[in-house]
């Protein structure tokens, strides 16, 4: 209760009585909260473990319920130009480790930039638990660890403090590291410890830039709630670096893609979702909220960077999709050139570009969490991934292809479904600084989506064949968590001004902090 | 009016919802139809209203909501406007008023199509609500207010396309082609969010300079703002716009249009999807509209780049011929009356180019319906004859009166009577005579359209060009019609030539509309070709180029004598080769003969160097493709790997040094690091006597 008698900043007083803001500490540690609980239950019987499942549904749900609230109540104030910026009703922070040389705090709070993101991780997480109600293998093991992976990528997404940050970074790399290792068929040992360097190796690197802006900046405070950070002499370029190798390490992107596609690839169901749809989002977020957020500058003089590194990546993603046989393996490959287009927004270095990003990204962690979850009801269809085994599935399970073409269509960024605004924004806010790089990663794109338009040829449609005339449907549960993502699809590509100014909000924030 | 616009443009996709709801799929094609039905009605009274009004109706009614809004950072207003905003809406205008009308019959039609082809079909409550969705976005494109509605509608287009296309999903032969159409049009509208993004580079400060329009949200897209703004780069007061600038953009957005009116040399997608039902082929055709409706929109634009207009009026003719040709020689009907509404429309957009503004969508509006009851006639014969190859059809005359009446009516207007030559010659040779010109005061002004600015010879160029297609398109509708309607159908196994009875009546009541639509085209075009004389005599009445000008002033095409007897001979020469060359003998010859001269798959695919470059890079990427998985393989994972692996040594190097006393060492570690933790937060809360002093 003293911890929460200490917040004064930030008050809601629609009843008269002072309440502490609490919404994002609450959306971050319910998860793990559920998660100890399902820890403590028996794991015997069919009905425990049953319980045990709807620990994990609930606390996913619960977890869903604070981030909707987190940003519908800065949906208002960002026409007031509030909302989507720090230090608006969502900040929180309490004194930590303030009796050491560099003060810590408990410092959270979200921009435009993290709630893009935190819609995105809390609905697929949603998604995700209810999807995992049809596991019967090591269900405590995996209702534990998914939580746990949740309160860690949302505790990145709100962490203003470097501490707080590396532990929430480190924090995901044990689940990931655990269910890979458990459910991964095929490679899963090898798999999960090449992710585990990777990442561990992109923890390296941010703890080094941590400690390099908490020494030099002057402000002796591992906070990370002041930007733009000025440091002396190189320190901001070598800052800048080591966050952006440790973004890029986690966003997969060309050459440094290899991690996490073999992860996505050999993971099961929900967790290839979870990994493909959440973790590269993670790494966009830290490349734009801390990389070019903290060092706007610095990042503007390197945009010819970023655009050559779009262009290889999303070529080399589009061509890769066209080629590779694996269902899997192509949704991490189109997801790899999204992130492409991430870094085309970087590069463009513009109000309009970083909001592109947002866009983009609450775009991406759909379709790809949708593309994911279909692949695995596929496979547990069909006993099969290899593209070249599958076909005529649309007979059997019209609505999976119908929702699987549905994810495509956004993919390609076809107006009125989630992929046109991020895409719009993107191509009209990077176009005036990189002409040739927007225009070759804009045909570039156009491979993806001809590989997935392919794949769907390929997949669902022709002729009827017997070896699959068991394969059922979605049933009532899948049509659920399936149409929740769907239903958000078409609802973001239908209504995005909703979040415009929002995101707007952040993209100010993050390019012009002196004047938002 | 405005407002009430939406209306038009909501019912269909409320028919659409409505159509997931009903019990029944017949019930969902009623539902569907009514709603389109309804919103045709409306689009009538608007158009009534406008008429009614037609003096003040030169200002569009405008009725806009804010889609997307943006303030671009303090330091990027040299770059981007000052609000980047975009709206949705409805224009009204001239243009609209008349376009809506067409689009809500004909695909009206196109669903009368469907109840009356598709019956027990599996695909039959999909291909309405899949239509009812075409048709909405059609409506929303000819009714934008800006660019970005345009590159809004025509992206759900594509996509819409693709699901009508894949009707027949478990089809190879129908999948392939669909995917391929609509990686085309994906194409396409990338091209158009590149000229977004060009006009945003070039224009987008003067933009957010402007002054708001007056009615609904701000629109940096808005046409009210697009057009001065195009007209200033020409002029070189727009900081970074030049004229370079503004023909690179044109052409982005003229390939947008062309591709999506399947114009040469981008026909091949849609004759590929030519194995889909007649129904999905009608309504793919219809929404073919929406290339020339662009280029209508944009007008303003190809108007300060003469050089693209110039441009478009020959790449119009030349398909025109291509397309024409195409159709001679091919014996399926399907892709005779698919290429037939291609090499139409290119007539279309060769008037727009020679500066026809109007003759070009006159011509649209007369050969949409046109086009359609070719189609629907053509599915009348295919259905009778059981076969799609004209060679083996005949007699119809004898046992189809009322279709050969039907495939009469489309030969004759196809072959010169629609007008569409004279309007094609006449918009080419415009500003060429005296009596076309009058003189203000000290200044001469065009009485038509001014947009034709080609040099002599490439008008003659283009005229000779347009004059061939007008001949041969004659030629084959003369010899589709002689050749179907005379003699007997060819003996097949299985064809019982007794049994051959004329359509069915929903069949029948279709090809009516299309006639009666067709004839009333030609009617609402007639007295602006024929205003009687120039000057003092100018029949002042309404006439469909009195009706859709584009600028400040009305228009008039004026009789053009020269036009006429051109057109004139075309349509004789037309009629006599195409009777001449529609013996059986010598059907099979020109058949022969266009299949050694390769016009069939140039149609189709392309000139010898497109499809070098399509199978070149296909092959490129293919190979690239192989070469960047390879890479992966050979050296991404490699890495990877011996990242991995090296961790992995290191634990088993850990564990074979692991002792009970390390065990030990790293629980205390663990319980120590998780005390320190535990006292922090203490500290943090108060509860610890830990402070800085």
Known sequence: MNFLAQTTSTTTTTTGVTFPTLVLTAMVWIAVVFALAALLMPNQTQDQLRRIKSIGSTGAGAALFFAIWAVETQVPNAAGGTGGIPGGDLVEQHSWLSSFPIASSYHLDADGMALSVIVVVSVVFFCAALAAWRNQRHVKLLTVCLLTLETASLGILVSYDWVLFLLFWTLAIVPVYVLDRAFGHGHGTRTATRYAATSLVSAGLLLLAAVLIAFQAGAQSFDMGVTPVSLPGDGETVAFWLITAASLLAMAVVPLHGALLDLEEDSTGVLSAIFAAVLPSLGAYTLVHVAVGFFPTTSGSFSLFFAVLAVVTVVWGGLAAMRTDDLRRLIGHVGTVFMGLVLLGVAGHTSIAITGIMFLLLARGLVIGVLMLLASLIQERTRRVRISQLGGLAWQAPFLSAFWLLATLAAAGVPLLAGFAGDFFIFTGSFPAHRWASTVVLAGTLLASGALVWTAQRVFLGASRDTFERARDLGPLELTYIGILVGLIVLIGVVPGHFAELFQNGAGYILFPGVA | ?????????????????????????????????????????????????????????????????????????????????????????????????????????????????????????????????????????????????????????????????????????????????????????????????????????????????????????????????????????????????????????????????????????????????????????????????????????????????????????????????????????????????????????????????????????????????????????????????????????????????????????????????????????????????????????????????????????????????????????????????????????????????????????????????????????????????????????????????????????????????WAFAAAAAALVVGVAGGAAVSRAELTRRVARLGLRLRIPTLAATGPAGVRWAFAFGARAGNALAGEVVAFDHELVEPLYDSAGEGIEVAAWSLERVRVRRLGIGLGVTLAVILLLVGASVLAAGGHFPVHTT
């Not at chain 2, 005779?336 to 509404?341: I, K, Q, R």
């Not at chain 2, 005949?394 to 629609?418: I, K």
């Not at chain 2, 050749?483 to 007997?488: E, F, K, L, N, S």
């Not at chain 2, 002042?540 to 008039?556: D, E, K, N, V």
């Open chain 2, 1 to 561: 009016m405005g407002s009430f616009a939406w209306v038009i443009l909501l019912l269909p996709v409320a028919g659409c919802g409505a159509s997931f709801v009903t019990e029944t799929p017949r019930r969902a094609a009623h539902v569907c139809m009514t709603f389109l039905g309804m919103s045709l009605i409306v689009a009538l009274i608007v158009l009534g209203y406008r008429l009614a009004h037609e003096t003040t109706s030169i200002t569009p009614d405008i009725s806009t909501l804010n889609y997307l809004s943006l303030t671009p950072g303090p330091s990027e207003t040299a770059t981007f406007p000052s609000t980047f905003q975009v709206a949705v809406g409805v224009r009204v205008d001239n243009l609209s008023a008349s376009f809506m009308v067409l689009i809500s019959f004909l695909f009206l039609v196109v669903q009368g199509l469907g109840t009356a082809m598709l019956q027990h079909d599996a695909g039959y409550r999909r291909f309405f609500w899949a239509s009812s969705l075409l048709a909405t976005l059609m409506l929303g494109l000819v009714l934008s207010p800006g660019l970005f509605q345009v590159w809004l509608t025509l992206g759900a287009i594509s996509a819409t396309t693709l699901v009508l296309a894949l009707h027949y999903w478990h089809r190879r032969e129908t999948t392939a082609p669909a995917r391929r159409a609509f990686s085309v049009l994906l194409g396409a509208d990338a091209s158009l969010l590149l000229g977004l993004a060009y006009i945003i580079d070039k224009m987008g400060p003067y933009l957010g300079l402007r002054s708001q329009p007056a009615g609904g949200a701000l629109d940096i897209f808005d046409f009210r703002l697009l057009n001065p703004a195009w007209q200033a780069a020409a002029k070189g007061t727009v900081a970074n716009g030049s004229y370079k600038s503004l023909v690179i953009l044109t052409v982005l957005l003229v390939v947008a249009a062309l591709v999506h009116a399947a114009q040469a040399p981008f026909t091949g997608w849609l004759t590929g999807l030519r194995e889909a039902p007649l129904p999905v082929l009608g309504a793919i055709t219809m929404s073919m509209l929406a290339g020339v409706i662009v280029l209508a929109r944009i007008y303003t634009l190809l108007l300060v780049t003469p050089g693209v207009l110039s441009f478009l009026a020959v790449i119009g003719a030349v398909g025109a011929v291509w397309l024409s040709a195409a159709c001679f020689v091919s014996r399926d009907i399907y892709r005779v009356a698919l290429l037939s509404a291609s090499a139409q429309l290119a007539l279309a957009i060769t008037a727009m180019g020679a500066g026809g503004y109007s003759a070009g969508l006159l011509i649209t509006v007369v050969s949409a319906p046109l086009s359609l009851l070719l189609l629907v006639t053509a599915g009348s014969l295919a259905r009778a004859y059981r076969t799609r190859d004209i060679g083996e059809m005949g007699g119809a005359w004898r046992r189809m009166r009322h279709t050969s009446l039907s495939l009469g009516l489309w030969a004759l207007a196809a072959a010169g009577l629609d007008l569409v030559g004279y309007d094609v010659v006449s918009s080419i040779f415009l500003n060429r005579f005296p009596n076309m010109r009058e003189e203000v005061g000290s200044t001469t002004r065009y009485i038509v359209v001014q947009g034709g600015q080609m040099a002599g010879w490439v008008r003659d160029l283009v005229a000779v060009l347009a004059i061939a297609a007008v001949v041969l398109t004659a030629l084959y509708a003369v010899r589709l019609l002689v050749t179907i309607c005379r003699g007997t159908p060819a003996v097949r196994r299985g064809f019982i030539v007794e049994k051959l009875t004329e359509a069915a009546p929903p069949l029948r009541t279709l090809q009516r509309w299309c006639a009666a639509a067709t004839v009333g085209a030609v009617v609402v075009g007639l007295p602006g070709i024929a205003a009687i004389g120039h000057g003092k005599g100018r029949v002042p009445a309404l006439t469909f180029s009195h009706w859709i000008y584009y600028g400040a002033s009305h228009q008039t095409l004026p009789v053009e004598w």
